[in-house]
């Protein structure tokens, strides 16, 4: 969660081996990416799930952009 343009999708791609799309604008991510890093987290626990999600439009709870069906996916998180 985050301004645009704030490094979102940089970081994740720096912590784990995501290959999001990267660029110079708003709005650039436009589809959910993950990536898990295994690096940051002890010798045999779970490993850490980054989530890189699209910005959320003025509606999304009527449909437009990815709308509630995304949205649900975000309730399931656990750090925001």
Excluded: M
């Amino acid at each position: 969660v985050g301004c645009p343009n704030a490094g979102k999708s940089t970081l994740l791609a720096s912590l784990s081996n995501a290959d999001p799309k990267i660029g110079a604008y708003p709005f650039t991510t436009l589809v959910p990416n993950l990536g898990v890093c295994e690096d940051l987290v002890p010798a045999g626990a779970e490993p850490v799930v980054f989530a890189d999600i699209p910005g959320l439009l003025e509606g999304a709870h009527v449909g437009r952009g990815l709308g509630r069906e995304f949205l649900r996916h975000i309730e399931r998180c656990r750090v925001l």
